[in-house]
Nanobody, 122 residues
Framework: QVQLVESGGGLVQVGDSLRLSCAASGRTFRFYAMGWFSQAPGKERETVAAIGWSGSSTHYADSVKGRFTISRDNAKNTVYLQMNSLKPEDTAVYYC???????????????WGQGTQVTVSS
């Protein structure tokens, strides 16, 4: 069982940066692949980025490549999403999730946080 709590969201201007954090409970965090997903009003949940248990494997949605970076600190049971050059279309609720396998498919993730709102104002 893994419990996830996101933080770091907020209201920012176009071009600003944010760092989202996701703190996990449980000593088995280091065995899980982690992902960040976004969901904008009226839209389906989308995969933003994923990272393998060791951090050596990563995946990014095309829309965020070169702007967002996913990382993890297994000693702190935390996964991060550094978001740079933010755009209005990045506005969404961002969720972190844990999976037994490295995957970009949301349905393979068993544990989810409550989400944190990111709003990018133009």
């Amino acid at each position: 069982q893994v419990q996830l709590v996101e933080s770091g969201g907020g209201l920012v201007q176009v071009g600003d940066s944010l760092r989202l954090s996701c703190a996990a409970s449980g000593r088995t965090f280091r065995f899980y692949a982690m992902g960040w997903f976004s969901q904008a009003p009226g839209k389906e949940r989308e995969t933003v980025a994923a990272i393998g248990w060791s951090g050596s494997s990563t995946h990014y949605a095309d829309s965020v490549k070169g702007r967002f970076t996913i990382s993890r600190d297994n000693a702190k049971n935390t996964v991060y999403l550094q978001m740079n050059s933010l755009k209005p279309e990045d506005t969404a609720v961002y969720y972190c999730a844990a999976s037994d396998i490295f995957s970009v498919v949301a349905t393979t993730y068993s544990y989810w946080g409550q989400g944190t709102q990111v709003t990018v104002s133009s």
